[in-house]
Nanobody, 131 residues
Framework: QLQLVESGGGLVQPGGSLRLSCAAS????????IFWFRQTPGKEQEGVSC????????DYADFVKGRFTISRDDANNMVTLEMNSLTPEDTAIYYC????????????????????????RGQGTQVIVSS
């Protein structure tokens, strides 16, 4: 079965850290750009971060810059989102999605590019930041 599976979510105190993983099953992530999104009830989905094929282009939403780090391990067919200095505002369901075609400007992949499509999307992992 071809799918993306997120893991690593959970309950963490403010200021804490979590490492989310996005693993591919049944196909290779190597030829895909990977995006992380998050969704909170009552709010629109937000793009969090993206990484291109071979990791040559990366970008982060302003609200996570300096706190989150995205990386990819094609040998193990996964992408990781390291999240530090978490705040209650980071509470959300985090999803990863794979796209064979993405828009890159210089060294930045572009999140939320109009018309961007995704071949695969995971079911999400819940992150709760609370004391």
């Amino acid at each position: 079965q071809l799918q993306l599976v997120e893991s690593g979510g959970g309950l963490v105190q403010p200021g804490g850290s979590l490492r989310l993983s996005c693993a591919a099953s049944g196909f290779s992530l190597e030829t895909y750009g990977i995006f992380w999104f998050r969704q909170t009830p009552g709010k629109e989905q937000e793009g969090v971060s993206c990484i291109s094929k071979r990791g040559v282009a990366i970008d982060y939403a302003d609200f996570v810059k300096g706190r989150f780090t995205i990386s990819r391990d094609d040998a193990n067919n996964m992408v990781t989102l390291e999240m530090n200095s978490l705040t209650p505002e980071d509470t959300a369901i985090y999803y990863c999605a794979a796209a064979s075609g993405i828009t890159i400007v210089k060294d930045r992949c572009i999140m939320n590019f109009p018309g961007q499509t995704y071949e695969f999307r995971g079911q999400g992992t819940q992150v709760i930041v609370s004391s």
